[in-house]
């Protein structure tokens, strides 16, 4: 089957920087994406990486390894809006397949 | 441009009861995706509309829910009857294509059943 595992919590300071993984184990790999969702929130798209690499947009960056089935999600300079759950997907078949997320709690 | 909608926000029911969960897309967008997360556990696909039909429906658990899209603007899924187990948070998406980076989701439904 398709899987995407994720840990369940990882805890940060203010202003620190923090990294979220997600390995994987899919047909058809395409690329991962990763969403953003604050608490009673709409998840909203934060990256796409297709290809091997890290891509950066702003605070946030993201990495894939194809070849180790694993991604990972950077934020820095972290602020308490940050906080929030992310999760990683995978497109197949005009739908997503999700990990369970990770609850970022920072702290001050 | 409005978001997608979705109402009610919360919704609480006892078992054996109905609950219907609406679902309005950003205009224009022939594609419409339901999904569902139960409690601490992965978002997962229900089904998938583009404009009124149904293109994949395999991730509906069972015949106790219903999905409707008529005119193939809002979307509606019912439950009936409900079960304890169909308690999570239920999400709407829409899209003008079919890339996932298009999606757009609303803020759930958070159903419980007691």
């Known amino acids: 089957g398709q899987s995407l595992e994720q840990p369940s919590e990882v805890t940060a300071v203010e202003g620190a920087i923090v990294q979220m993984n997600c390995t994987y184990q899919?047909?058809?790999?395409?690329?991962l994406s990763w969403y953003q969702q604050h608490d009673g929130g709409a998840p909203t798209f934060l990256s796409y990486n297709a290809l091997d690499g890290l891509e950066e947009t702003g605070r946030f960056s993201s990495f894939l390894s194809r070849s180790d089935s694993y991604g990972y999600l950077l934020l820095q300079e972290l602020q308490m809006k940050d906080s929030a759950s992310y999760f990683c997907a995978v497109p197949s078949n005009y739908q997503l397949i999700w990990g369970a997320g990770t609850k970022l709690i920072i702290k001050p | 441009e409005a978001g997608v909608t979705q109402f009610p926000s919360h919704s609480v029911i006892e078992k054996g009861q109905t609950v219907t969960l609406r679902c309005d897309p950003i205009s224009g967008h022939d594609n419409l995706y339901w999904y569902r997360r139960v409690m601490g556990k992965e978002i997962k696909f229900l089904l998938h509309f583009v404009k009124e039909s149904k293109q994949d429906e395999s991730g509906m658990p069972n015949n106790r829910f219903l999905a409707e899209r008529t005119g193939g603007t809002y979307s509606t899924l019912k439950v009936q009857p409900a079960e304890l187990e169909d308690s999570g948070v239920y999400f709407c998406a829409s899209s003008q294509g079919t890339g996932y980076r298009s999606y757009t989701f609303g803020s759930g439904t958070r159903l419980t059943v007691v």
């Open positions: 899919t047909s058809g790999f395409y690329g």
